[in-house]
């Protein structure tokens, strides 16, 4: 069983900067693929970005050039740096990890943005 901690999530006024952490219970060194995703009210959840183990990544066409993900394996952990935040940003953030066909999910952090 593989559980993800969420956080770094909370209110930011419109053009700030959050920083999203989440940490696995188990070694993230053999896990390919870990994301982020958000949901926000009344909408899908949609893919954020990705980082691969070999450190590339691809990113929603709506958060390209704001956000960064980055992974720490000595950590076992995935951040998600959001700059130059806008309203629409606003969603619970989720981590995942795809590992042997399963999703797992984290229990997301909030995130709002707004003045």
């Known amino acids: 069983q593989v559980q993800l901690v969420e956080s770094g999530g909370g209110l930011v006024q419109p053009g700030g900067s959050l920083r999203l952490s989440c940490v696995a219970s188990v070694s993230t060194l053999n896990i390919n693929i870990m994301g982020w995703y958000r949901q926000a009210p009344g909408k899908q959840r949609e893919l954020v970005a990705r980082?691969?183990?070999?450190?590339?990544?691809n990113y929603a066409a709506s958060v390209k050039g704001r956000f960064t993900i980055s992974r720490d394996n000595a950590k076992n952990t995935v951040y998600l740096q959001m700059s130059a935040l806008k309203p629409e940003d606003t969603a619970v953030y989720y981590c995942?990890?795809?590992?042997?066909?399963?999703?797992?999910w984290g229990q997301g952090t909030q995130v709002t943005v707004s003045s």
């Open positions: 980082i691969f183990g070999g450190g590339s990544t």
């Open positions: 995942n990890v795809p590992i042997s066909g399963r999703h797992y």
